[in-house]
């Protein structure tokens, strides 16, 4: 990796910043929004309490950003596919403010006519108004960061929304004519139980979204629940009852037919995140905003992978300079990109296509892991036809002991 200082250097040495073949022919593009009303108490991510000044320059960074890295990259891409508002709390945006960057990034970039345009949402910061202008400027799918739907665990979780906000986001979001919406849940939180669980998925499922994300809740060092936890001012369920709740998500979600297509992601047929597979999927993508992150894949298949600056105010003078606002760029070997394939396309049910595979990696998995593939497939939990590896189900469930094989 190099230091701030030298990003200028690399980039001027690397390939990826001069014109090059239509090598990847597929782009998605992540904006990110860091600002959110407050800190949730479980909270890890790149995210701070912002004020309207903050969010207006963020806005003016973006901007050049995306010029910026559209003069050097644009032109090895045939077309954007997907273009993911994420934080943080996009919704904090107005129709105007997210309408003029979808409508830079269509003026610079080749985008395809089906662009998915995907923004996060809080429910506490999404009204009718900014739905029906969001709507209007382009964005055609919601994903609502939900978490929990009973207010007690709304209320653990530090959330500042309760379940009634969730009921009139959706149904706003539904007026509106929003037709893909994704709800984020979160389960696992101290004292959860099945039973608990139970009940907040069928009120979910009751909602009828188009797409899951179930997540456990995973406890980063430094936040206030984890110093709650080592306080013993609260404890975590148990393994047993954290699988007993995994299994319970898994068989309603699929009986009542949403597709697991990832470990952690169900969706109705055809509508399944086409951001997020892109990446599962080893597809390059442009990271725009504070310690965002973006991959171009060269065209001898290793890969050149940039973290913007962190925190915001410097992402922000960096391009008030005019400067690149790489904090990181690193170029990945073949083999860690090969690995990468791995533990991105086996977290899908559709696995990784061989050919995909033998390109990131210049060699057969089955050449280089034919005795642990053997033993997988015995096992059960591997798949190996002319086409493509996959994980099965039972797999699935156990992907970090599988991968801990293959890699
Ligand atoms: S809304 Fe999301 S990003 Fe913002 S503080 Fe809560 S968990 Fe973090």
């Known amino acids: 990796m190099s230091e701030a200082g030298q990003t200028e250097t690399a980039l001027g040495q690397s390939p990826c910043f001069t014109p090059g073949t239509r090598l990847h022919q597929e782009l998605s593009i992540y904006v990110h929004l860091p600002f959110c009303i407050q800190k949730c108490v479980y909270c890890a991510f790149d995210s701070v309490v912002g004020s309207e000044t903050d969010l207006?320059?963020?806005?003016q960074a973006i901007l050049r950003d995306l010029e910026l890295q559209a003069y050097h990259l644009a032109q090895r891409y045939q077309y954007v596919v997907s273009l993911f508002f994420g934080g943080?709390?996009?919704?904090?945006?107005?129709?105007?403010?997210i309408?003029?960057?979808i409508d830079l990034v269509q003026s610079l970039w080749t985008c395809s006519t089906s662009m998915e345009i995907t923004m996060?949402?809080?429910?506490?910061?999404?009204?009718e108004a900014k739905l029906h202008g969001w709507r209007r400027a382009g964005v055609n799918r919601l994903s609502l960061g939900v978490q929990a739907m009973s207010d007690h665990r709304l209320f653990l979780l530090g959330r500042p929304h309760d379940s009634a906000m969730v009921q009139r986001a959706f149904q706003a979001a539904r007026t509106e004519g929003f037709d893909n919406i994704n709800l984020d849940l979160i389960y696992g939180s101290p004292q959860h139980t099945p039973e608990q669980w139970r009940w907040e998925?069928?009120?979910?499922m009751a909602l009828e979204p188009e797409h899951f994300s179930c997540y456990s809740l995973s406890i980063e060092p430094g936040t206030p629940l984890a110093e709650q936890l080592s306080l013993g001012q609260c404890a975590l369920p148990p393994e047993d009852i954290l699988e007993t709740i995994?299994?319970?998500?898994?068989?309603?979600?699929?009986i009542q037919g949403w597709e697991r297509y990832e470990v952690s992601n169900y969706a109705r047929p055809d509508y399944c995140c086409r951001h997020n597979l892109g990446i599962w999927r080893s597809g390059d993508y442009v990271g725009v905003g504070p310690a965002a992150h973006g991959k171009t894949t060269l065209d001898d298949w290793t890969e050149v992978r940039t973290v913007n600056h962190w925190p915001v105010q410097r992402y922000v003078h960096a391009l008030e300079r005019g400067e690149v606002p790489f904090q990181w760029v690193e170029v990945s070997s073949r083999r860690e990109a090969a690995v990468d394939c791995l533990l991105m396309g086996?977290?899908?049910a559709s696995g990784i296509p061989r050919q995909l595979y033998l390109d990131r990696a210049g060699v057969d998995l089955l050449e280089t892991k034919g005795r642990e593939v053997q033993m997988l497939i015995q096992e059960g939990l591997l798949h190996v036809d002319t086409a493509s590896i996959r994980l099965s189900a039972r797999g699935m469930d156990l992907l970090n002991s599988c991968l801990e094989w293959l890699i």
Do not use: C, K, M, Y
């Open 88 to 97: 943080g709390t996009p919704s904090l945006l107005s129709p105007r403010l």
């Open 99 to 101: 309408g003029e960057i």
């Open 246 to 254: 995994h299994f319970l998500t898994v068989e309603s979600l699929v």
């Open 201 to 204: 998925l069928d009120q979910a």
């Open 120 to 127: 996060e949402a809080n429910p506490e910061s999404v009204t």
């Open 56 to 59: 207006l320059a963020w806005h």
């Open 346 to 348: 086996l977290r899908l």
